[in-house]
């Protein structure tokens, strides 16, 4: 796979993979640690999904300004190193129970990966810039986006080990470890890029940092603080938290405006393309980032997760249920929650109700086990690994499909790929309505089937659309900007990944699930035509760029 390849891939690869590791490990964990009413915060599903919609948000913002620094100051390692130190560190102090070291550790993982994240796919775009290797970008960042997902593939085993036998601070610890793993990796791989890691000092024209703390960043935080305060119960969606970001992004949205009205003639229709595929495929990752809050409770109530057997220690802490609910089945837990896991009182006052359904709501009589009967059932967090696993299986196939279409000349442009990624993602939501009907609207548990079914579609899409965004940054953007813009694609990220908290916050809401996956479906549809009418302008940009 390396042999073609530039040398400095095999590092960045396993640099991100490591990375990877240590968020997905988290984000895997992260709700069902929010709603743990025992060693979590004991929220419920609105509000955990609210601030996880917001986290990942801020997670994907911040890149905007890293990847500034980076292009202007810092250089591109420099902000690598200290973005994944950063994040690591929040990693290891996010297990320690306490609300205010829970949004510290918050903040210095979205400071982080404003660091790590554009700039090591900035880093990765420079190395394949030269003639010999310009043709292989697209294949690279398929070989780049499978890294991810091999680390975001085994750390949810490592996690659902970790906190089921030790506790959720020893699950959070492994998180940090990684990142410090891919750390090492990356400083070890240096003389392999450190003559592509090039700044770009300011030019006639371009706007001083200064300037953009004070007419974007000063901006965006005093909005986010009006709309965090105005009215202070939620004035527009549905919470104070989903305000304040929104209003945030004003300013931002006006400055990349500004950009592109005050670019030259020659940048203008390549920077007009790249915004307009950031606004389309914000609704992709709304759906996309389900995965760690709609689709985890889907997992965690109404999915079967009963398995028969053990073999060994490691599996059978794997086996266990989610640690507040009571495995032993009773005749009342069918339809409540056991009197010891309902409310926590002090000196005979109620003063916390645990909010999580029982495992054996939704068996049909004649599948419960006998009364007193101790099952043993998957922990949801492993379900994380479903995407992830489809991701390492079909990448090698999709860039071999890639590249036989490249030898008949037939291969479609980057603009093509992402509008076929989001049609196909689309068609992703279709499995998760049969999968309701299947159990006639959570009334029966389904099989995991429809979860792997869903998500193997999904992967297509992604497949398709992710890989090529960060290729399309790349290849279009001006070379005096190109963190800025790579920061704009992840900004398009950051909306995508609060939107979906917005829609996964709605879950409980929705009497009748197959309504809450029309919605879904709709959205990325209309997103996946949007992009097809723009189609010809976007091949014609391509085209008179001289590229794909």
């Keep these: 796979m390396w042999k073609k390849h530039p040398k400095a891939l095999p590092f960045l690869f396993f640099s991100e993979m490591w990375e990877r590791f240590g968020y997905y490990l988290m984000i895997g964990i992260f709700t069902l640690y929010l709603k743990d009413a025992v060693a979590g915060f004991n929220m419920n599903e609105k509000d955990s999904a609210s601030l ?23 250089g591109y390692r420099r902000s690598i190193i200290m973005g994944g130190l950063l994040m690591g560190v929040g990693y290891c102090t996010m297990g320690i129970h306490n609300e205010t070291m829970l949004y510290v550790s ?47 593939f085994v750390c ?65 935080f005093v909005f986010g603080v009006i709309g965090w305060f105005i009215k202070g119960d939620g004035y527009l969606l549905d919470s104070n938290s989903t305000d304040a970001f929104i209003f945030a992004c004003v300013p931002v949205a ?4 500004v950009l592109l009205l005050r670019s030259s003639k020659d940048e203008r229709p390549a920077m007009g393309a790249m915004l307009s595929i950031f606004a389309v495929v914000i609704l992709f990752w709304a759906i996309f980032k389900q995965n760690g809050s709609a689709l985890n409770t889907w ?7 009963h398995v028969t057997g053990t073999t060994g220690d490691v599996l059978a802490a794997l086996k266990q249920t989610d640690k507040p609910i009571n495995t032993t089945y009773k005749p009342d837990s069918a339809l409540k929650l056991d009197n010891q896991f309902r409310r926590v009182t002090e000196n005979g006052v109620e003063v916390k109700e645990f909010t999580y359904p029982s495992y054996f709501k939704n068996i049909p009589p004649e599948k419960l086990p006998a009364e007193g009967e101790t099952i043993n059932a998957w922990l949801p967090s492993l379900s994380q690994s479903i995407n992830p696993f489809w991701v390492i299986v079909l990448t090698p196939l999709v860039v071999a499909f890639f590249t036989w279409l490249r030898r ?25 309505i049969a999968a309701v009907k299947a159990g006639n609207n959570g009334a029966e548990k ?18 398709f659309l992710s890989p090529m965004g960060l290729s399309l940054v790349s290849k279009l953007s001006p070379v005096r900007i190109t963190s800025l813009m790579m920061g704009g694609w992840f900004l398009s990220t950051s909306i995508g990944n609060k939107l979906s908290g917005i829609l996964a916050s709605q879950w409980d809401e929705y009497d ?37």
């Design 446 to 463: 389904v099989s995991v089937w429809w979860l792997i079914g869903s998500y193997g579609v999904i992967t297509i899409g992604e497949l």
């Design 408 to 432: 008949k000349g037939k291969e479609p442009s980057t603009p093509t790929k992402i509008a076929f990624g989001l049609l196909i993602s689309a068609l992703s939501v279709l499995v998760m």
């Design 254 to 257: 006006v400055f990349y405006t």
């Design 299 to 305: 997992a965690s109530r109404y999915t079967d997760r």
């Design 156 to 220: 949810n085993f490592f996690g659902a080990a970790l906190y089921t036998t030790i506790g959720w601070g020893a699950a959070f610890a492994a998180a940090g470890v990684g990142m410090f793993i891919g750390v090492i990796t990356f400083i070890t791989g240096t003389r392999h890029y450190a003559a592509y890691d090039v700044r770009k000092p300011l030019k006639p024209g371009d706007m001083p940092l200064g300037k953009i703390l004070a007419m974007v960043i000063l901006p965006s």
């Design 52 to 74: 996880y919609g917001t986290f990942i948000a801020l997670v994907f913002f911040t890149p905007f300004l890293g990847g500034l620094i980076a292009d202007r100051y810092l």
């Design 106 to 152: 918050m903040t210095l993982v979205i400071v982080g990966n404003g660091f790590f994240k554009p700039n090591i796919s900035t880093l990765l775009g420079n190395v394949y810039s030269t003639p010999q290797h310009m043709q292989q970008k697209d294949e690279g960042y398929n070989i780049f986006y499978m890294g991810i997902n091999v680390g975001a």
């Design 512 to 548: 009748n699930k197959v309504n809450y996956f029309w919605l879904n479906f709709i959205l990325l549809f209309a997103a996946a035509i949007f992009l097809f009418v723009l189609l010809r302008w976007l091949n014609r940009v391509m085209k008179e760029k001289g590229v794909n």
